[in-house]
């Protein structure tokens, strides 16, 4: 099993930055891809970002530009560093981490973190 912890969610102006971290704990040899989702009050849960081996990431396009993943793997932490904030950008974000899914991963999760983006 694998435990994900988010961090670093909360209120930020539009135009803003944040920095969210999750870090992984347990069988995490087995991780192949970590990711990020999203889901605004209504609406479904969607991906935000995705990490892989060998550097490898995918991006929703309507934070391509903005957010950015990376992984750290001696610390067993994936972060999603958001740039020029927008309200649209408000939502629970969530962590989530897969043995071999790269595309949707979805095996772990984290319990989540608010994004509260002001106008």
């Known amino acids: 099993q694998v435990q994900l912890v988010e961090s670093g969610g909360g209120l930020v102006q539009a135009g803003g930055s944040l920095r969210l971290s999750c870090a992984a704990s347990?069988?995490?040899?087995?991780?192949?891809?970590m990711g990020w989702y999203r889901q605004a009050p209504g609406k479904q849960r969607d991906l935000v970002a995705v990490?892989?081996?060998?550097?490898?990431?995918n991006y929703a396009e309507s934070v391509k530009g903005r957010f950015t993943i990376s992984r750290e793997y001696n610390k067993n932490t994936v972060y999603l560093q958001m740039n020029s904030l927008k309200p649209e950008d408000t939502a629970v974000y969530y962590c989530?981490?897969?043995?071999?899914?790269?595309?949707?991963?979805?095996?772990?999760w984290g319990k989540g973190t608010l994004v509260t983006v002001s106008s």
């Open positions: 347990g069988t995490i040899f087995r991780i192949f891809a």
């Open positions: 990490s892989g081996i060998a550097g490898r990431t």
């Open positions: 989530a981490a897969d043995n071999s899914d790269y595309v949707n991963p979805n095996d772990y």
